[in-house]
């Protein structure tokens, strides 16, 4: 049976690869189709490879634009000796900008080299300032609180018990026994303290004051009391820092007050200049004689432009027991004198005094020293 063209045609689209047609066969019978014909093999020095055992083909990657992207431009075919890019004109900022950075990486090496790596790498750092526990201890709160509890801990009264606890509770922490080791018996005031070092523990916390109290002292007459001799009395307060206020910790203790001789680098007046020392001798009395009794007369005798205030009155000038000038410059002196004041009735009180004194020079050309500064 002869197939329609139609049927032809059906078989023939089953084929991916289109068929050469040629001339039907005689007879009238169309052929079957024949299958596409293999691809061309390639070079013939390229080895043909087992079907089976075919390497993979690496994967193309598809454009992102697809398929039907436009093409890219051609690309032109460069003449010999063609740079394969193009200069383009640099902005002036951009040439400014590279200069100033290669202007500071030079100075940066020079700073480099004067100051030294090592001193970058491992600066010399200055000792940090150490806060230590005297430092920052309150001192001026310690001597007052301290003050105030040796006046209390060294005035009692035993017919006025109650009186010491009460003032004694003022300073001392809480807890502590307010009593401070009185017996209850005997009487004593103290009225005038002085409070002198303060001296802190290494733990900052706590330090000791030292106080010289003045006490006066009573016995038991009758039923009375006899006024003792009035003495100074040196204690050593212990005092605590706490979050409130700084308190007493403790009863005090008693120290002793002894005299202490000068040190012996005690700074020298200097050599005695005797001529100018006589020179000035009557000069000095008259200046004491108006130093005791008001501030007109001792301005008259004073150097020009010195203001020195007089003692008004209070005692009366004696005699000038000692004088001596020492040497220095042509314009100022160094003095000291001892001075005898005439107090009330027959009492006499002997002080020694530092002065200044100031060459001056009149219009007539007489030069004299007179008196500065008094200290």
Do not use: C
Request: proline share 10%; net charge neutral.
């Amino acid at each position: 049976m002869t197939p329609t063209p139609r049927q032809a045609q059906g078989v023939a689209a089953q084929y991916s690869a289109p068929q050469q047609q040629g001339p039907p066969p005689p007879g009238g019978v169309m052929a079957p189709p024949r299958r596409p014909a293999p691809r061309p093999s390639g070079p013939a020095d390229v080895p043909q490879q087992d079907p089976a055992h075919r390497t993979p083909e690496r994967l193309k990657q598809r454009s992102p634009h697809g398929a039907h992207a436009a093409p890219g431009p051609v690309r032109e075919v460069l003449e010999p000796g063609q740079t394969p890019w193009s200069t383009e004109p640099e902005s002036s900022f951009s040439t400014w900008a590279r200069r100033f950075f290669r202007g500071l990486v030079v100075v940066v090496l020079l700073l480099a080299a004067i100051s030294g790596i090592r001193s970058w790498i491992s600066p010399n750092r200055s000792p940090e300032t150490v806060v230590s526990g005297q430092s920052s201890f309150p001192s001026a709160e310690a001597s007052a609180v301290a003050t105030r509890y040796a006046v209390s801990y060294l005035t009692w009264d035993e017919d006025n018990p109650d009186a010491r606890p009460a003032q004694i509770g003022l300073d001392l922490a809480a807890g502590l026994d307010s009593r401070a080791g009185w017996n209850g018996r005997g009487k004593q005031t103290a009225d005038v303290a002085y409070p002198g070092q303060v001296t802190p523990d290494s733990n900052g916390l706590t330090a000791v004051v030292d106080v010289r109290v003045q006490v006066h002292t009573f016995t038991r007459q009758g039923k009375g009391w006899k006024t003792g001799p009035v003495v100074w009395d040196r204690v050593s307060v212990p005092v605590a820092r706490t979050a409130a206020r700084v308190v007493a910790s403790g009863p005090p203790t008693f120290v002793p007050d002894v005299r202490a001789p000068l040190p012996d680098n005690m700074p020298a007046a200097g050599a005695p200049d005797d001529d100018l020392t006589a020179a000035t001798q009557k000069d000095a009395e008259a200046f004491f004689g108006a130093y005791a009794e008001s501030d007109n007369k001792v301005s008259a005798v004073t150097a020009p432009g010195s203001t020195i205030r007089s003692l008004n009155g209070a005692v009366k000038f004696g005699e000038l027991k000692d004088w001596q000038v020492y040497t220095g410059n042509d314009d100022e002196r160094r003095a000291t004198a001892a001075v005898t004041w005439d107090g009330v009735g027959d009492t006499t009180l002997d002080q020694t005094y530092t002065l200044t004194l100031r060459r001056t020079v009149a219009t007539d050309g007489a030069q004299r020293w007179q008196v500065a500064a008094v200290g």
